[in-house]
């Protein structure tokens, strides 16, 4: 496997905006014509059913969603793109990954937190109205990636923490049962902002400040009309700092336009004027779309087709995988030899400990995975005798040693005690 592999997702659940065709649509779109590239566009509708309990609002969704992202220019001939709730294999990856990651992982995640945070603020269960699938959901996120070994998954900063448990996923799942999955990465586009709403917060469907991506052009003057300004009068300068105009402006402008923006902005433009220029700036781009878009919403069969069409060649790659890893779990045919794949496979992966001295004077080590992957990371000590000491008492002891070296290890970020215990004892495995 040569060629890097890129997925993103898009959950079902509204009408995409301009926020999300800035912060997701365009830069996959723009992404998917790189030579090099492999890439897997969905959409999660399985995601949606999470937060949507209105049938017709979720089809029309994904109608919406699949057309825009074909109007903006998505080439289906180049890329896999598919609608998740047609991979059967998605989910029944998911209850592999729901056995390998720690509960207490999914208790830290931020909206399940969010929402407990919100109960106990509100005097209520912490519980109270969650479902297990907010839980849930940052393990169907995470079979969504390790599905198809998506090396890098382009997210906001908000799903960061979401790659990040995949990857525990992933560490957690090769270390029971050998290499399967590649570890994936985040990949924050710096040059994509996040993109304000109307009111100036975050452009977001849960603020209710969005501007429909696929407006007809007098509703999108309309919006933009709308978008909150100060009460600085015609001839008065203007700042650009914390001016939602000026940063939708500058999400579609060169960096000529924006300079020349600034430029206005500070000789005191009308905001009428302004938001008459940015909405002309908007159009240019959306407008040409906004055909392709109307021809698609009117061809529900076309992308139907096109999103089973995309099925059949994400379920070429999910079908056999799916094959290997119920192989690998032992979910066997019986008439085939009971072999114990788990001690060959785990010898290969063996994490070696390194020895280094710090600036400080003082001896280190730590526990890094085959791959590279840190795991385990030891406080300063006084010798290299002390610091091997405890090398070897880990290597001996292995997961038990752990809770009596408390305060002289520290796991690494996302890794579990339970990692460490498996990957220490391939030590004694090894002996
Ligand atoms: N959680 C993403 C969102 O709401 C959607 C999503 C689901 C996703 N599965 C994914 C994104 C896998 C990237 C990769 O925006």
Redesign the pocket.
């Known amino acids: 496997m040569s060629s890097t592999r890129f997925?993103?997702?898009?959950?079902t659940s509204g009408t995409p905006h301009l926020g999300n065709y800035v912060g997701?649509i365009r830069p996959s779109v723009r992404h998917s014509l790189n030579p090099g590239v492999e890439s897997f566009y969905f959409l999660?509708d399985y995601?949606a059913l999470i937060k949507i309990d209105d049938p017709a609002r979720i089809q029309r969704s994904t109608l919406e969603i699949a057309a825009s992202w074909l109007a903006a220019g998505l080439d289906p001939e180049r890329v896999i793109f598919y609608r998740?709730s047609d991979v059967p294999e998605i989910p029944e990856l998911t209850w592999f990954l729901t056995c390998v990651i720690g509960k207490g992982v999914l208790n830290r995640a931020h909206a399940y937190k969010a929402a407990v945070d919100k109960n106990t603020a509100a005097g209520l269960d912490p519980d109270s109205d969650v479902s297990a699938g907010l839980f849930m959901?940052p393990v169907?996120?995470g079979a969504?990636?390790l599905m198809f070994n998506a090396h890098k998954?382009p997210?906001?900063r908000d799903?960061i923490q979401?790659i990040e448990m995949a990857r525990d996923m992933a560490h957690s799942f090769n270390y029971r049962y050998g290499e399967h999955f590649v570890p994936p990465e985040a990949e924050i586009e710096e040059s994509v902002a996040t993109l304000p709403g109307l009111d100036g917060r975050k452009m977001s469907k849960s603020y209710d400040n969005t501007i429909p991506l696929f407006a007809t052009r007098e509703q999108l003057k309309k919006l933009i009309a709308g978008i909150v300004t100060d009460s600085s009068a015609p001839g008065e300068p203007k700042t650009v700092e914390g001016s939602a105009l000026f940063q939708i402006y500058q999400a579609f402008a060169s960096s000529e336009e924006t300079e020349a923006l600034r430029k206005a902005y500070a000789d005191g433009i009308a905001w009428g004027d302004a938001k008459q220029l940015v909405f002309e700036r908007i159009d240019r781009e959306i407008g040409p779309m906004r055909e392709a878009y109307e021809a698609l919403m009117k061809d529900p069969a076309k992308i139907e087709a096109i999103l089973l069409a995309g099925a059949v060649k994400a379920r070429q790659l999910a079908t056999p995988f799916m094959g290997r890893l119920r192989q690998a779990v032992g979910l066997r045919d019986l008439r085939a030899q009971v072999t114990d794949a788990k001690a060959k496979t785990a010898k290969a992966a063996k994490p070696v400990f390194k020895q280094y001295r710090e600036s400080d004077g003082k001896f280190y080590f730590k526990l890094v995975d085959a791959d590279g992957q840190l795991l385990l990371q030891s406080t300063g000590f006084d010798s290299p005798k002390d610091a091997g000491q405890t090398i070897r008492l880990l290597q001996t002891q292995g997961g038990a040693a752990l809770a009596g070296l408390a305060d002289r290890l520290q796991a690494a970020e996302g890794i579990q005690a339970d990692d460490i215990g498996a990957a220490l004892q391939l030590f004694a495995d090894a002996d």
Not at 7 to 11: A, F, Q, V
Request: charged letters at 5%.
């Open positions: 997925l993103t997702g898009i959950t997701s999660a995601h998740q959901y169907l996120m969504d990636i998954v997210v906001g799903q979401h």
